[in-house]
C-alpha cells in the first residue's frame, strides 16, 4: 500500500527556511518519481519541484534559487529545503506519485498523495 507522510511545516518569518520530508512506503521508491506540490487558499494545486530518477531537478519559475529538492534512497524521503521564503509560498505541501520513473509538475498526472504539511509565511 503507498503511503506518504509529509512534515517539517510550520510558521516562519519573510526570509526564513524550513525543510519539508516525505517519507514514502509501498513502492520502489528509489526507481520512482516523488514531487513536490502546493496549494494555497482559494488557489488551484500547483507543482513546486521534482527529482527525475537520474537527479535531475525540475522547480516552478517562482521558487527557483531558493528552494532545493533532495532525496535519500536509503531511507525512503523525500525533502525539500526552503530558503528565503516568501509570504506567497504560505500553503499546504503535499508530495505525490504516479508510481512511474518519469516526473512531471501536473498535479493531475498524480495519484498518490501525502496529507500535507502546512507552511505559512509572514510579512
Known amino acids: 500500500q503507498v503511503q506518504l507522510v509529509e512534515s517539517g511545516g510550520g510558521s516562519v518569518q519573510a526570509g526564513g527556511s524550513l525543510r519539508l520530508s516525505c517519507v514514502a512506503s509501498?513502492?520502489?521508491?528509489?526507481?520512482?518519481?516523488t514531487a513536490w506540490f502546493r496549494q494555497a487558499p482559494g488557489k488551484d494545486r500547483e507543482g513546486v519541484a521534482s527529482?527525475?530518477?537520474?537527479?535531475?531537478?525540475s522547480y516552478v519559475d517562482s521558487v527557483k534559487g531558493r528552494f532545493t529538492i533532495s532525496k535519500d534512497n536509503a531511507k525512503k524521503t523525500l525533502y525539500l529545503e526552503m530558503n528565503s521564503l516568501r509570504p506567497e509560498d504560505t500553503a499546504m505541501y503535499y508530495c505525490?506519485?504516479?508510481?512511474?520513473?518519469?516526473?512531471?509538475?501536473?498535479?493531475?498526472?498524480?495519484?498518490?498523495w501525502g496529507q500535507g504539511t502546512q507552511v505559512t509565511v509572514s510579512s
Open positions: 509501498g513502492y520502489a521508491f528509489s526507481t520512482t518519481c
Open positions: 527529482l527525475n530518477t537520474n537527479g535531475s531537478p
Open positions: 505525490a506519485t504516479d508510481l512511474r520513473w518519469w516526473c512531471s509538475l501536473r498535479p493531475d498526472q498524480y495519484t498518490y
